[in-house]
């Protein structure tokens, strides 16, 4: 009786953090960083190397890399017999429900079109989305492209969203 006590216990528990422990998209041009993480635990990064694109997996610190551009490690995939699926449709009300729950923890854009007039036509435009977001948007003149941006989230917010909006 224990032993059943105290594997729902660890199951109960497992499910409990897989849901509100936080989730992040991160993307910075500086570190050449696109990521998806799921706090410590479990993180898949986005690399490129000698001419190729992969996917480094991190998981509970194993690594594993999956080549996106090698043939060869394509897996033969059986032909079975397609099924209707039925689509399901997210009202508008839901998705924009679900988008609020995203949290931005890090906001910096730094552009440059290479375009002066271009640039100019902007200027504004981002001083605007700067003083209304409370966040660094900005266009400069020098050549010089910067993204750092950080997303948070957890998955009881979204499946909360989803069911109650």
Known sequence: MIWILAVCTMLFLAVGYILFAPFYLEIDSDRK???IRLHHLISARLVTKEN???ICFKIAGHRTYIDLLNPERKRKQQVKPKEKKRVRRISFTKAKAIIKTFKINK????LDFDDVEFNGKLYPLFLWLGYLTGRHFSINFLGENNVCLEIRNNMARIIWAYIFK
């Open 107 to 110: 906001c910096y854009c730094n």
């Open 33 to 35: 960083l696109i990521r």
């Open 52 to 54: 190729t694109l992969a």
